[in-house]
């Protein structure tokens, strides 16, 4: 006897192709036949996979941080390696990624931060971005600050507003990505960037 119908689809999969959609689209202008188009499953599969649109859109802010941002972060704690170079690989990395044509272009949390101030954005949705947000500042405070402290890093640099700053960067390099920048575009934004670290 069998145990049970199984889904006839993958949820990864799935899952990668909402998050295109919704990185192409931002989560207003994302409908739900778009969705169950793109995803290749019916709706009331949509609904017992993920949940309603807000939990799948979240599902895919969580994936596309495990997906895309965590491994390109990796390479800043490769303490092995100089930190400029760390840091100069994973702005080129975020550019790469940013400008690959398998993607829609940008970065989906630049994108939906930016949309998280329109009135209609869900308050589980925001909660997610601004945790995301707090998460990623966070990580780049603690980091600036282990680097002063390995004297990688001179003293007089203040580790907030140095995270503050890479926030900044990588998001405008997002926006400029999206609007059709080139990687040689964002490289030569990154070479002016990496002054303020001498």
Same mark, same amino acid.
């Given at each position: 006897m069998s145990a049970g119908r199984q889904r006839a689809f993958d949820k *990864? $999969? /799935?899952?990668?192709?909402?998050m295109t959609v919704f990185w192409q689209n931002g989560y207003g202008n994302t409908s739900m036949a778009e969705l169950v188009s793109a995803?290749? @499953?019916? =709706?009331?599969? &949509?609904? +017992?996979? %993920?949940?309603?649109? *807000?939990?799948? %859109?979240?599902?895919?802010?969580?994936?596309y941080i495990d997906n895309h941002g965590k491994p390109n972060a990796a390479v800043l704690f490769e303490t092995e390696k100089p930190f400029k170079e760390r840091l100069r690989r994973f702005l080129k990395q975020t /550019? $790469?990624?940013?400008?690959?044509?398998? %993607?829609?272009?940008?970065?989906? @949390?630049?994108?939906?931060?930016d949309e998280s101030n329109a009135e209609a954005f869900?308050?589980?949705? &925001?909660? $997610?971005?601004? !945790?995301?947000? /707090? %998460? @990623?500042l966070d990580k780049f405070i603690k980091l600036f600050s282990d680097e002063i402290n390995a004297?990688?890093? =001179?003293?007089?640099?203040?580790? =907030?507003?140095?995270?503050?700053?890479?926030? +900044?960067?990588?998001?405008?390099? /997002?926006?400029s990505?999206?609007?059709?920048?080139?990687? $040689? !575009?964002?490289q030569a934004i990154i070479d002016q960037a990496m002054a303020a670290f001498s």
């Open positions: *990864e $999969e /799935a899952l990668d192709a909402a995803m290749g @499953i019916n =709706k009331p599969s &949509l609904y +017992a996979a %993920f949940g309603n649109k *807000e939990d799948l %859109f979240v599902a895919t802010l969580r994936r /550019a $790469e990624m940013q400008c690959n044509p398998r %993607f829609p272009g940008g970065c989906l @949390i630049t994108s939906c931060t869900p308050p589980k949705a &925001l909660k $997610e971005i601004s !945790d995301i947000n /707090a %998460f @990623i004297g990688t890093l =001179k003293s007089s640099h203040d580790p =907030k507003a140095l995270a503050l700053y890479i926030v +900044a960067l990588t998001q405008g390099m /997002a926006v990505a999206k609007n059709g920048a080139s990687p $040689e !575009d964002l």
